[in-house]
């Protein structure tokens, strides 16, 4: 069951290919996908967690400088877009991304990221200066701000 999930997400494949790898029927696939899936979601509050407390800032910190080498940094941030059918209905144009095809962001809709993090109560939590001086590192869909860093598309500096 887990084999045939992990094979599912990592794959990017349809449920059909999915299932011929483990010999099932696509809706014995289907429902296995979606017990895993529940399965592994009641696992977060035990391996997703944002720091919180400032010992685990500090050592959030601390590990990601060990692995990455980037000064109070505590998180990474992005969206992904899951491709889905239209949804159908008055609705269905919110379903439409900017690359002009219907997904759903695994956090809101088919917004766009900036609009996701704007209303973001871990924004809010960076702006209330619970976070002190900690750094959240996104892509160029992400606002600049003091507490959240970009990459640049053209750096035309050494300093930049």
Known sequence: ??????????????????????????LTASRIIACVSRAIARLHPQFIKFPETKEEITVTRQEFYAKC????????IDCTHIKIRSPGGED???????????????????????????????????ERGEMGDSLLIGDSGYPIRLFLLTKLLIASTRAK
Do not use: E, W
């Open 1 to 26: 069951m887990v084999l045939l999930t992990l094979r599912y997400f990592v794959s990017g494949l349809f449920l059909v290919v999915c299932r011929d790898f483990v010999s099932v029927h696509k």
């Open 69 to 76: 080498k980037f000064p109070r940094c505590i998180g990474v």
């Open 92 to 126: 269905a144009k919110i379903y439409r991304n900017r690359k002009q095809y219907f997904s759903f962001n695994v956090q809101q809709g088919s917004a766009h990221d900036s609009t996701i993090f704007n209303n973001s109560a871990i924004r809010g939590k960076f």
